[in-house]
């Protein structure tokens, strides 16, 4: 069996992960903390948020 769906309107169910302590909720606490320092650096953050508002995004 694939890992991969060949019908995008059914995904697969999600394969084990090597850590358990490695779930939705470390990973979104990991980008949401790279994002923030990433907003917040000096030299970094005001080249994020030209490229960001370029796409449309809200900031």
């Known amino acids: 069996m ?3 769906s060949s019908d995008p309107a059914r995904p697969t169910a ?5 850590d ?3 779930d939705r909720k470390s990973i ?5 903390e790279f994002y923030f320092r990433l ?4 030299r970094l953050g005001p080249i ?3 490229g960001h508002q370029r ?3 809200a900031s």
């Open 2 to 4: 694939s890992a991969f």
């Open 14 to 18: 999600e394969l084990s992960r090597a």
């Open 20 to 22: 358990p302590a490695v």
């Open 28 to 32: 979104g606490a990991a980008v949401g």
């Open 39 to 42: 907003r917040n650096n000096e």
């Open 48 to 50: 994020f948020a030209r």
């Open 55 to 57: 796409l449309g995004a």
